[in-house]
């Protein structure tokens, strides 16, 4: 069964750095999603993307955050300056118009 | 805004006890109401959906009924097993084609031999 990849599993970075999430979406699939669940509290949307563009995103998702699908199969989340509090589990999500949500395993982002 | 409530946790039960775990949601309109389940090291995985009221979701011996008139949607097995240790989630879906899931704060089940 076709799945939602994400790359890596585990990502440790420093506050102020650069941080790149990659989440490569089901083939066939029209919709791509971001949420992230921080330690112990609920998963929260972040941001949708259709048609190669952003159709919604939520109040977490501030200029710190871009999404991306740079050709046909990636779809990534840049945060450019991590913050302690970014530290989270970042799920992306993929479906097509009558299908529910595929997730991935998920990125742990570890902020130090 | 639309919001999922569940029950705290953590749940322990033994193998072969019933399940269940509360869910109820604030949403306006018809939402489509969902359980995912996130097994150790995975991703969240769909178990079971209800897309309508009074309509009944099964997957793996889980079952959950879209109740309206309470707004809930609660998740039940009959006799749970030691393999459904897991995060349960409750999550619903605004109607739309590009609406996006919101979720429950999840619960983790642990069920013992």
């Known amino acids: 069964e076709p799945e939602v990849t994400q790359t890596p599993s585990h990502q440790v970075t420093q506050m102020g750095q650069e941080v790149i999430l990659r989440c490569v979406p089901i083939?066939?699939?029209?919709?791509f999603y971001w949420y992230r669940q921080i330690l112990g509290q609920k998963v929260e949307f972040l941001v949708s993307?259709?048609?190669?563009?952003?159709?919604?995103k939520s109040e977490i998702f501030d200029d710190q955050f871009s999404v991306e699908r740079p050709d046909g199969s990636n779809f990534t989340l840049k945060i450019r300056s991590t913050k302690l509090e970014d530290s989270a589990m970042y799920f992306c999500?993929?479906?097509?118009?009558?299908?529910?949500?595929?997730f991935g395993n998920g990125t742990r982002l570890t902020v130090t | 805004g639309d919001s999922v409530t569940q029950m705290e946790g953590p749940v322990t039960l033994s193998e072969e006890a019933f399940l269940t775990i509360n869910c109820t949601y604030t949403a306006t309109g018809y939402p489509s109401l969902f359980w995912y389940v996130q097994y150790p090291g995975e991703g969240l995985q769909l178990l079971l959906k209800a897309t309508k009221a009074d309509d009944k979701g099964s997957n793996k011996g889980f079952e959950a009924t879209y109740r309206k008139e309470t707004t809930s949607f609660h998740l039940e097995k009959g006799s749970v097993q030691v393999s459904d240790s897991a995060v349960y989630f409750c999550?619903?879906?605004?109607?739309?084609?590009?609406?996006?899931?919101?979720f429950g704060k999840g619960i983790t089940l642990s069920v013992r031999p």
């Open positions: 999500a993929s479906r097509d118009t009558n299908s529910p949500l595929h």
């Open positions: 999550a619903l879906s605004a109607a739309g084609a590009n609406s996006k899931l919101t």
């Open positions: 993307f259709y048609n190669n563009e952003i159709s919604e």
């Open positions: 083939s066939n699939h029209l919709y």
